[in-house]
């Protein structure tokens, strides 16, 4: 792990014991809003295995968890991976792991159904961006659902809604990257201004 997600990572595990709570008045009820989109539009099957990167304190990876044959949760920080491992045992749920993984190098090898993310990518300069978003192809998903920090329009640097280092992509940025991968982009949802969910989908040649 490179020095910046290093202390990326311990900055996160610092605040993990309060991250849940941590998003103020105006930033939490958009939050949730994304969240939210990111769950229904995921809509795993009982079979489907679920790969969340950047899960955090693990709310979309145990949201999903009772509708999918398996979760997995990656992250850099151990703090939060620590707090999600701990409501998964209070929710007595047992059909999620949770364990490191950067976004280009998840550290996953089994087979993946459907790829979510929920603010977590605006923390990769848009090069990066571009690099996870070829190694999630990689992994052979029919679905990527990607809730985060995007520009529908210009930035208004005089507005920012984030003020933590979000480096958010437009969204003509992102979805032209996962149109080049070979994902069709099926969703848009607007959250805000500065906040959207994008569901990409793969097609095989029978659809």
């Given at each position: 792990m490179d020095r910046t997600l290093e202390d990326l990572a311990e900055r996160f595990s610092k605040i993990a014991h309060r991250y849940d709570d941590k998003h103020d008045s105006e930033e939490k009820p958009v939050y949730n809003a994304c969240a939210s989109l990111v769950i229904d539009h995921a809509d795993p099957r009982p079979d489907d295995v679920v790969l969340d990167l950047g899960t955090g304190t693990g709310l979309i990876a145990l949201a999903l968890a009772g509708n999918a044959e398996h979760v997995a949760g990656r992250d850099i920080s151990e703090g939060m991976l620590e707090q999600a491992q701990v409501k998964a045992a209070d929710s007595g749920i047992d059909n999620i792991e949770f364990g490191y993984g950067e976004f280009r190098d998840p550290q996953y090898s089994g087979e993946v159904d459907i790829v979510?993310?929920?603010f977590s990518l605006h923390h990769l300069p848009?090069?990066?961006?571009?690099?996870?978003?070829?190694?999630?192809?990689?992994l052979s998903p029919r679905r990527f659902v990607l809730g985060d920090a995007m520009f529908f329009s210009s930035p208004d640097p005089e507005e920012p809604l984030f003020g933590h280092g979000v480096d958010a992509a437009t969204v003509g940025m992102l979805v032209d990257v996962l149109t080049d991968v070979g994902f069709v982009v099926t969703a848009v949802e607007r959250v805000h201004d500065q906040v959207g969910v994008l569901v990409a989908d793969r097609f095989d040649d029978d659809t």
């Open positions: 979510v993310s929920n848009d090069e990066e961006k571009r690099e996870a978003i070829e190694a999630i192809v990689d």
